[in-house]
T-cell receptor
Framework: QKEVEQDPGPLSVPEGAIVSLNCTYS??????FMWYRQYSRKGPELLMY????GNKEDGRFTAQVDKSSKYISLFIRDSQPSDSATYLC?????????FGTGTRLKVLA | DGGITQSPKYLFRKEGQNVTLSCEQN?????MYWYRQDPGQGLRLIYY???????QKGDIAEGYSVSREKKESFPLTVTSAQKNPTAFYLC???????????FGSGTRLTVV
């Protein structure tokens, strides 16, 4: 079993939809949780960071961490075609992060 | 602007050849990392370095080597011992675990 599981997609949604992206993990020691967005042939860029459990909101993006269920989510409201990218979850207890395989999202205009 | 610069953007390697990928950062970050990205497999850690003149193997270090002679630089050499080197290579750095990685724009290596 992988330490971090993420549905690879692809996920296609119409413009304006609410998107839900998820990861599950097995290591209960993880404390730091992040979401990265990666456009094709580019390096990932940090979208959201959360420490321990709880929610965090930034504009159209909301990150949720449920440590009891070992489950993290990223919600994108009012999705735009420019949100079309691969979304990677990452988590860690120290300096070394473990990444999910990424979910490919396509927002249709 | 501070950031991480990876070069070259595209690299072609012949069989039996060693090649070196460059990674330079001006963020004054202590820790630097090399990841390999393959379709459907996510990012896999090759090597990382938390301070100058020290580095550790990651999950897939075989066939790769690194050096960390300067804080700003962390070059990766893909040796001929790496049997399947075609991939997208990403360099990253981090100052504090609270802020996550900053990534470079990547180098796409292809064996010809």
């Amino acid at each position: 079993q992988k330490e971090v599981e993420q549905d690879p997609g692809p996920l296609s949604v119409p413009e304006g939809a609410i998107v839900s992206l998820n990861c599950t993990y097995s290591n209960s020691a993880f404390q730091y949780f992040m979401w990265y967005r990666q456009y094709s042939r580019k390096g990932p860029e940090l979208l959201m960071y959360t420490y321990s459990s709880g929610n965090k909101e930034d504009g159209r993006f909301t990150a949720q961490v449920d440590k009891s269920s070992k489950y993290i989510s990223l919600f994108i409201r009012d999705s735009q075609p420019s949100d079309s990218a691969t979304y990677l979850c990452a988590m860690s207890e120290t300096y070394k992060y473990i990444f999910g395989t990424g979910t490919r999202l396509k927002v249709l205009a | 602007d501070g950031g991480i610069t990876q070069s070259p953007k595209y690299l072609f390697r012949k069989e039996g050849q060693n090649v070196t990928l460059s990674c330079e950062q001006n963020l004054n970050h202590d820790a630097m990392y090399w990841y390999r990205q393959d379709p459907g497999q996510g990012l896999r850690l090759i090597y990382y370095s938390q301070i100058v003149n020290d580095f550790q193997k990651g999950d897939i270090a075989e066939g790769y080597s690194v050096s960390r002679e300067k804080k700003e630089s962390f070059p990766l050499t893909v040796t001929s011992a790496q049997k399947n080197p075609t991939a997208f290579y990403l360099c990253a750095s981090i100052d504090s675990v609270n802020y996550g990685y900053t990534f470079g724009s990547g180098t796409r290596l292809t064996v010809v």
